[in-house]
């Protein structure tokens, strides 16, 4: 794409990143914008870090159940307790499934949200929603839906497992990934794009080799956040659709889902604009841009197999079929059904993709 001709939108969010000061910036948000009913939207699992961040603020209602893709049912009942105690902020503090159920209530209740991310999902720089009927998955974009404000503080990611916070590490390097060939990839969201996958590489190795340091910590969050504002304004590219399909249909893990389909992905697209491939390739540390993946994939331990995530071999066929019609038609690498079922047995299997050798 030409640098002369573009059509550019960022959206409009205030980012507060600072190790250790969620508490202190949380109330500051709060404060700033008069709330004094929060809706405080935690997992058990997140229940400590709520604790942490939410002390001493006006907490009308109090939700702990949260459901990956975020179900219909799950939305309804949410949004019911939301109008019932008549809150008037959406605080959701934990993973990109507990942001998912902030942005569903804001989307119909049109209640203001303030992220406070624990993961490196990164829904908290995106306007885009889930909502899971059946085995359904829909997402759509609404701008009631991006957080007015993201209160980063890498001291909540310590106790992210070292394997989730790879695999939720990699569900950011592929928003940088396919940014850089979505059908709304332009200079700019590129641009953030490679500088997230440039302070991803660094930082997870860190994490892996000291996961209680808050340098790697500090870096993939920061690499987190550009990666899904390249994502938000580069939109969704082949991988985001392929790994919609597998999160929605067959339930499978999102992050490890993520992380297992890059490398193909990158191994189909690569060949076909060898410029942008090299710019991922640097980016990664290395040249050729698969094999620079596939040391970092090595050195910090990434799933490599979708059969080890719950995908059933059977069930390869039928994905082809729903991924095909959903196929970007900018998408650079050829792509039809075969190719299709060869790339997710090739996932399924945990082969070396193609051009990795
Ligand atoms: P998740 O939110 O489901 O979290 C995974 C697990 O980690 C959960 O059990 C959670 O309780 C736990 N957890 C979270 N933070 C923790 C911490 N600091 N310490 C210990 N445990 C912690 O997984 P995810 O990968 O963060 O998010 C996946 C969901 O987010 C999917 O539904 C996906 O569709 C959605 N998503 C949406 C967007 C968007 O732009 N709308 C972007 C990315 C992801």
């Known amino acids: 794409m030409p640098t002369n001709s573009f059509v550019h939108d960022t959206l409009g969010q205030r980012v507060v990143l600072e190790a250790g000061g969620a508490a202190k910036n949380l109330a500051a948000e709060?404060?700033?914008?008069?709330?004094?009913?929060?809706?405080?939207?935690?997992?058990?699992?997140?229940?400590?870090?709520?604790?942490?961040?939410?002390?001493?603020?006006?907490?009308?209602?109090?939700?702990?159940?949260v459901i990956q893709h975020v179900p219909v049912e799950l939305a309804e009942r949410a949004r019911e307790a939301a109008a019932s105690a008549a809150v008037d902020l959406l605080v959701p503090?934990?993973?990109?499934?507990?942001?998912?159920?902030?942005?569903?209530?804001?989307?119909?209740?049109?209640?203001?949200?303030?992220?406070?991310?624990?993961?490196?999902?990164?829904?908290?720089?995106?306007?885009?929603?889930?909502?899971?009927?059946?085995r359904h998955k829909t997402t759509?974009?609404?701008?009631?839906?991006?957080?007015?404000?993201?209160?980063?503080?890498?001291?909540?990611?310590?106790?992210?497992?070292?394997?989730?916070?790879?695999?939720s590490g990699f569900n950011a390097l592929a928003h940088c990934v396919d940014s850089m060939w979505a059908s709304g990839s332009d200079p700019i969201n590129r641009t953030l794009a490679l500088e997230g996958i440039r302070v991803l590489a660094a930082g997870l190795p860190k994490v892996v080799a000291d996961p209680s340091g808050i340098e790697g910590r500090d870096e993939c969050l920061y690499g987190a956040y550009l990666s899904a504002v390249a994502f938000a304004s580069a939109g969704s590219g082949l991988h985001h659709k392929i790994c919609h399909v597998l999160?929605?249909?067959?339930?499978?893990?999102?992050?490890?889902?993520?992380?297992?389909?890059?490398?193909?992905?990158?191994?189909l697209n690569a060949p076909a604009v060898p410029?942008?491939?090299?710019?991922?390739?640097?980016?990664?540390?290395?040249?050729?841009?698969?094999?620079?993946?596939?040391?970092?994939?090595?050195?910090?331990?990434?799933?490599?197999?979708?059969?080890?995530?719950?995908?059933?071999?059977?069930?390869?066929?039928?994905?082809?079929?729903?991924?095909?019609?959903?196929?970007?038609?900018?998408?650079?690498?050829?792509?039809?059904?075969?190719?299709?079922?060869?790339?997710?047995?090739?996932?399924?299997?945990?082969?070396?993709?193609?051009?990795?050798?």
């Open 30 to 65: 709060v404060s700033r914008l008069g709330a004094d009913r929060i809706m405080l939207i935690a997992s058990d699992a997140e229940a400590d870090l709520a604790d942490r961040v939410a002390a001493g603020l006006p907490v009308a209602l109090r939700w702990t159940e």
């Open 93 to 134: 503090v934990g993973g990109g499934s507990t942001t998912g159920l902030a942005k569903a209530i804001a989307l119909s209740a049109r209640v203001p949200i303030v992220a406070v991310p624990t993961t490196y999902a990164g829904s908290e720089a995106t306007a885009v929603w889930g909502l899971t009927e059946g």
């Open 140 to 167: 759509g974009v609404h701008p009631s839906v991006l957080p007015v404000t993201v209160v980063y503080d890498s001291t909540l990611t310590l106790s992210l497992p070292v394997g989730l916070s790879v695999a």
């Open 247 to 267: 999160g929605g249909t067959y339930n499978l893990p999102h992050a490890e889902t993520h992380a297992v389909v890059l490398p193909h992905v990158l191994a």
């Open 275 to 357: 410029e942008i491939g090299l710019r991922i390739g640097r980016a990664l540390g290395g040249d050729e841009p698969v094999a620079a993946l596939e040391r970092l994939r090595a050195s910090v331990g990434a799933p490599r197999a979708l059969k080890d995530a719950g995908f059933d071999e059977a069930d390869i066929r039928d994905a082809a079929a729903r991924i095909l019609p959903v196929v970007p038609p900018s998408n650079p690498g050829p792509v039809d059904r075969r190719v299709l079922e060869a790339l997710l047995r090739a996932a399924w299997a945990g082969e070396t993709p193609v051009g990795a050798a």
